[in-house]
C-alpha cells in the first residue's frame, strides 16, 4: 500500500541520484567538486571523532 509507494519512491530517488552523481563525476569539475566535498566531509568526522576522544578523556578524569 502506502508504504510500499514511499519505499519505491526512496529507491527511485536513491537510484537516480546514484545516476546523476556518475554522470557529474564524469568531468573534470564534477571532480574536483566531489573531491572538496569528500575531503571536507573527512575533515569533520576527523574533528568529530577528536572531540569525542577529547571528552572520553575528560570523563575519565584524564586518564586515556
Not at 573534470?28 to 576522544?53: H, I
Amino acid at each position: 500500500g502506502v508504504l510500499m509507494k514511499y519505499v519505491f519512491w526512496l529507491l527511485a530517488g536513491v537510484g537516480l541520484g546514484f545516476l546523476v552523481a556518475h554522470q557529474v563525476n564524469r568531468s573534470e569539475v564534477g571532480k574536483a567538486f566531489f573531491n572538496d566535498v569528500d575531503s571536507k566531509a573527512r575533515q569533520f568526522s576527523e574533528a568529530v571523532a577528536a572531540g569525542y576522544r577529547e571528552r572520553v578523556t575528560e570523563l575519565r578524569g584524564g586518564r586515556s
